[in-house]
C-alpha cells in the first residue's frame, strides 16, 4: 500500500500556484519522493523527485519538510493542461506505488 | 524526446485467449515495469524486471502472467488464458536506473 496521504481533490484558479500536499510520516532515511501525474487515461508522467532538499525543475518545484514528514508540489503558474490526478509517492525498493492521489481542477 | 512506445494501443480479445502486450522501453534504460489500471481505479503494480529477470512482483502477477524480453528492444507482457476481469489499461515504463520511470500511453485491454 501507498505510504502516501493526499487529499482527494483540490481547486486551482489558471495562472495561479497550485500547492499540492503529501504526508508521508512513516518515510525512511533513505526513501525518495516522487511526484507524478496521470492526465486522463493517459500513462503516468513523471514530474520531480527529492530526498531532502528542496528540488526545482522546468514543471515544478518541490518543498520537502526538514523532518520529511510531508512536502509539497508546486506549478508555479497552473494552466488548464495541468488538470490531472498528481501522485505522491515514496519509492519502495524498485517499484512504484501509486496511491489515489489528488484530482487537480484548474478553473478558468 | 525518447518515449516508451506501447502496441496495440487497443487490443481485444475473447476470454480464455492468449494476449501479448508489446512494449519498446526507452534506448539504454535497464528497469522495466508493467503496471495495469482498471477503469476508474488506481494504478497497480504488476512487475518488475532487471538484468533479465524478474525482480519483485505483486498478487496480481499469477501464473496466468508472464513477462520476456525477447531481444535487445522490446519488453512483452502474455497472459496466457484471459478473464473478463483482465480488462483493463496496461502501462510498461522503463527507468535508466533505480529513479525515476517513464511511462507508455498504454494498451487498452477489452476481454469479451
Known amino acids: 500500500d501507498a505510504k502516501t496521504t493526499q487529499p482527494p481533490s483540490m481547486d486551482c484558479a489558471e495562472g495561479r500556484a497550485a500547492n499540492l500536499p503529501c504526508n508521508h510520516s512513516t518515510i525512511s532515511g533513505n526513501e525518495y519522493v516522487y511526484w507524478y501525474r496521470q492526465i486522463h487515461s493517459q500513462g503516468p508522467q513523471y514530474i520531480i523527485h527529492g530526498l531532502k532538499n528542496n528540488e526545482t525543475n522546468e514543471m515544478a518545484s518541490l518543498i520537502i519538510t526538514e523532518d520529511r514528514k510531508s512536502s509539497t508540489l508546486i506549478l508555479p503558474h497552473a494552466t488548464l493542461r495541468d488538470t490531472a490526478v498528481y501522485y505522491c509517492i515514496v519509492r519502495v525498493d524498485d517499484k512504484i506505488i501509486f496511491g489515489k492521489g489528488t484530482r487537480l481542477h484548474i478553473l478558468p | 524526446e525518447p518515449e516508451v512506445t506501447q502496441t496495440p494501443s487497443h487490443q481485444v480479445t475473447q476470454m480464455g485467449q492468449e494476449v501479448i502486450l508489446r512494449c519498446v522501453p526507452i534506448?539504454?534504460?535497464?528497469?522495466f515495469y508493467w503496471y495495469r489500471q482498471i477503469l476508474g481505479q488506481k494504478v497497480e503494480f504488476l512487475v518488475s524486471f532487471y538484468n533479465n529477470e524478474i525482480s519483485e512482483k505483486s498478487e496480481i502477477f499469477d501464473d496466468q502472467f508472464s513477462v520476456e524480453r525477447p531481444d535487445g528492444s522490446n519488453f512483452t507482457l502474455k497472459i496466457r488464458s484471459t478473464k473478463l476481469e483482465d480488462s483493463a489499461m496496461y502501462f510498461c515504463?522503463?527507468?535508466?536506473?533505480?529513479?525515476?520511470?517513464?511511462f507508455g500511453q498504454g494498451t487498452r485491454l477489452t476481454v469479451v
Open positions: 534506448s539504454n534504460h535497464l528497469y
Open positions: 515504463a522503463s527507468s535508466p536506473y533505480w529513479t525515476e520511470a517513464f
